[in-house]
């Protein structure tokens, strides 16, 4: 009977461990294959058997090469795609993730109050069965060192093994690079260890010094305030300004001046949403941003945050959360509505005509929705109390999202008050979402799905714009919005030239 304390040959234990990681973390890979081939036909039959095949011989050969250089390097990165595996595995079981470039960035722009909100005794189960007892038997296992022929014998009977089964596959390529996407994304550990490699490449090309844009001018001395306010996760069917059956928006159906647009947004994830809110155009270079290009054009520019993932903002007003609530002694502290608390009196105390404030909340991010709103904003019950969405039902958990929609409809009717306040100032509000949200339908959950793949619950955001009297402007009649209107858009009601302002993308005219 084998003990840890017997040696094991080289081979067998490298398939032992490429079985196990095959059978461990590769349910979500094999529910994508079964629901998208015909399981039933002969062909269909043999692309499963050969990526099945594939995928246990490309990781026994990856596996047999790092034991072979070293067995202690070997063994430590065998632990760690274990431990990995089994923490990706449970974010992609639960919420039905796919693990591509853009979910790396996302992850590694998560801070710390994010990540623990996904915190769960089922996810300390799955490290524990998945990632520690496996690890502990590649640690604590010997294995025979292999001579270099017996090796490069081994390595070449492999690979020509796997050659083969890719040269008889070749009438299934096109189904193969078609569901490439999702199929890399699924397979362990290789969707997180190539999209992070491809995450730092490309992090590394970018600019490391934003592109100025050209000089603009401002026309005018009339004083004039806008604020963006920039949503989190939400979604446009869930608003009822758009038709939604359940009243999630009581005070802004009641707001004059009030005007709402379609709009998609152009990527799943914060990061790249909160870009695009800010970019004067589709671009992945890293440009000036809105509030950076305002403020060294002599704009009072202040931002406001309870959130994290924007581009590098060179304000001197920069406002994090813990600054707000350090300076904050009310209830709503602890939530959103600490963006507004002392703003109108900092707005008061500029000296500058023109006024941009930029306001990054967190409202609608999950799991933990019931968190992000004050209790007297529990309209829908019951509500969702666990962070493994799948196990709340639908209705619990599409209540508990429609009370933050609530609270942000509460949000911004409050600015929209204060801003009637300063009469001297002809105002503005915007609100746009970095991306939507997916709330279990076809089994996804959140958001960060790849955009060449996303449902429409993941991109399709609200675009929702108030205007003052004051400011003797109206809204023009536009369909479906993009969130790069955003920026040529504040230009025009600020009334700054610019050789980069583009008429066609701005939504106000004078009345």
């Given at each position: 009977?084998?003990?840890?304390?017997?040696n094991?040959?080289?081979?067998?234990?490298?398939?032992?461990?490429?079985?196990?990681?095959?059978?461990?973390?590769h349910?979500?890979?094999?529910n994508?294959?079964?629901?998208n081939?015909?399981?039933?036909?002969?062909?269909?039959?043999?692309?499963?058997?050969?990526?099945?095949?594939?995928?246990?011989?490309l990781?026994?050969?990856?596996?047999?090469?790092?034991?072979?250089?070293?067995?202690?390097?070997?063994?430590?990165?065998?632990?760690?795609?274990?431990?990995?595996?089994?923490?990706?595995?449970?974010?992609?079981?639960?919420?039905?993730?796919?693990?591509?470039?853009?979910?790396i960035?996302?992850?590694?722009?998560?801070?710390?109050?994010?990540?623990?909100?996904?915190?769960?005794?089922?996810l300390?189960?799955?490290?524990?069965?998945?990632?520690?007892?496996?690890s502990?038997?590649?640690?604590?296992?010997?294995?025979?060192?292999?001579?270099?022929?017996?090796?490069?014998?081994?390595?070449?009977l492999?690979?020509?093994?796997?050659?083969?089964?890719v040269?008889?596959?070749?009438?299934?390529?096109?189904?193969?690079?078609?569901n490439?996407?999702?199929?890399?994304?699924?397979?362990?550990?290789?969707s997180?260890?190539?999209?992070?490699?491809?995450?730092?490449?490309?992090?590394?090309?970018?600019?490391?010094?934003?592109i100025?844009?050209?000089d603009?001018?401002?026309?005018?001395?009339?004083?004039?305030?806008?604020?963006?306010?920039?949503g989190?996760?939400?979604?446009?069917?869930?608003?009822?300004?758009?038709g939604?059956?359940?009243?999630?928006?009581?005070?802004?159906?009641?707001?004059?001046?009030?005007?709402?647009?379609?709009a998609?947004?152009?990527?799943?994830?914060t990061?790249?949403?909160?870009?695009?809110?800010?970019?004067h155009?589709?671009?992945?270079?890293?440009?000036?941003?809105?509030?950076?290009?305002?403020y060294?054009?002599?704009?009072?520019?202040?931002?406001?945050?309870?959130?994290?993932?924007?581009?590098?903002?060179?304000?001197?007003?920069?406002?994090?959360?813990?600054?707000?609530?350090?300076?904050?002694?009310?209830?709503?502290?602890?939530?959103d509505?600490?963006?507004?608390?002392?703003?109108?009196?900092?707005?008061?105390?500029?000296?500058?005509?023109?006024?941009?404030?930029?306001?990054?909340?967190s409202?609608?991010h999950?799991?933990?929705y019931?968190?992000?709103?004050?209790?007297?904003?529990?309209?829908?019950?019951?509500?969702?109390?666990?962070?493994?969405?799948?196990?709340?039902?639908?209705?619990?958990?599409?209540?508990?999202?429609?009370?933050s929609?609530?609270?942000?409809?509460?949000?911004?009717?409050?600015?929209?008050?204060?801003?009637?306040q300063?009469?001297?100032?002809?105002?503005t509000?915007?609100?746009?979402?970095?991306?939507?949200?997916?709330?279990?339908?076809?089994?996804?959950?959140?958001?960060?799905?790849?955009?060449?793949?996303a449902?429409?619950e993941?991109?399709?955001?609200?675009?929702?714009?108030?205007?003052?009297?004051?400011?003797?402007?109206?809204?023009?009649?536009?369909?479906?919005?993009?969130?790069?209107h955003?920026?040529?858009?504040?230009?025009?009601?600020?009334?700054?030239?610019?050789?980069i302002?583009?008429?066609?993308?701005?939504?106000?005219?004078?009345?």
């Amino acid at each position: 009977m084998f003990t840890l304390k017997n040696n094991f040959k080289i081979l067998p234990f490298i398939l032992i461990i490429s079985c196990l990681n095959f059978l461990f973390f590769h349910i979500p890979f094999f529910n994508f294959v079964f629901e998208n081939i015909n399981y039933k036909s002969l062909s269909g039959f043999f692309v499963i058997t050969s990526l099945v095949v594939l995928m246990i011989l490309l990781n026994a050969f990856v596996f047999f090469l790092l034991l072979f250089l070293s067995q202690r390097i070997g063994k430590f990165i065998l632990v760690l795609f274990f431990l990995f595996n089994s923490i990706a595995f449970y974010f992609v079981s639960t919420y039905g993730i796919i693990i591509d470039e853009s979910m790396i960035g996302n992850v590694l722009n998560t801070n710390y109050e994010e990540s623990s909100s996904y915190f769960s005794l089922k996810l300390v189960l799955y490290l524990i069965f998945l990632g520690v007892l496996p690890s502990y038997l590649i640690v604590k296992s010997k294995i025979e060192s292999v001579s270099l022929k017996q090796f490069s014998i081994l390595s070449s009977l492999t690979l020509l093994s796997a050659l083969f089964l890719v040269f008889v596959n070749a009438s299934n390529w096109l189904w193969i690079d078609k569901n490439s996407k999702k199929l890399g994304g699924l397979a362990m550990p290789w969707s997180y260890v190539v999209n992070t490699s491809l995450f730092y490449i490309h992090q590394h090309k970018k600019n490391e010094k934003e592109i100025l844009l050209p000089d603009a001018k401002i026309k005018d001395n009339e004083k004039a305030i806008v604020v963006l306010i920039i949503g989190e996760s939400a979604r446009r069917q869930n608003f009822s300004l758009y038709g939604y059956s359940k009243n999630t928006n009581p005070l802004l159906s009641k707001t004059q001046n009030l005007f709402h647009f379609d709009a998609n947004s152009s990527a799943t994830y914060t990061t790249a949403g909160v870009k695009s809110i800010l970019d004067h155009k589709e671009t992945n270079d890293l440009y000036e941003i809105l509030p950076n290009y305002l403020y060294r054009n002599d704009v009072e520019v202040i931002w406001r945050t309870t959130n994290w993932g924007e581009p590098p903002v060179h304000v001197k007003n920069y406002q994090n959360k813990k600054y707000l609530q350090a300076n904050c002694k009310e209830d709503y502290c602890g939530y959103d509505e600490v963006l507004l608390n002392g703003l109108k009196e900092q707005v008061l105390a500029s000296k500058k005509n023109k006024i941009l404030i930029v306001l990054h909340t967190s409202t609608s991010h999950g799991p933990s929705y019931y968190k992000k709103y004050p209790v007297q904003f529990e309209h829908f019950t019951p509500v969702c109390k666990s962070v493994e969405l799948s196990n709340c039902s639908k209705v619990e958990l599409i209540n508990a999202y429609d009370n933050s929609i609530v609270y942000t409809d509460y949000i911004l009717y409050k600015t929209i008050e204060s801003l009637k306040q300063l009469n001297s100032y002809k105002s503005t509000m915007l609100f746009v979402s970095d991306h939507g949200e997916s709330l279990g339908e076809n089994n996804l959950y959140m958001h960060g799905i790849p955009m060449s793949i996303a449902p429409k619950e993941q991109y399709e955001i609200p675009f929702i714009v108030w205007v003052s009297d004051a400011s003797k402007m109206k809204v023009k009649k536009m369909d479906n919005l993009s969130q790069y209107h955003v920026f040529h858009s504040v230009l025009h009601f600020l009334n700054i030239e610019s050789p980069i302002y583009k008429e066609d993308m701005n939504i106000f005219e004078y009345k």
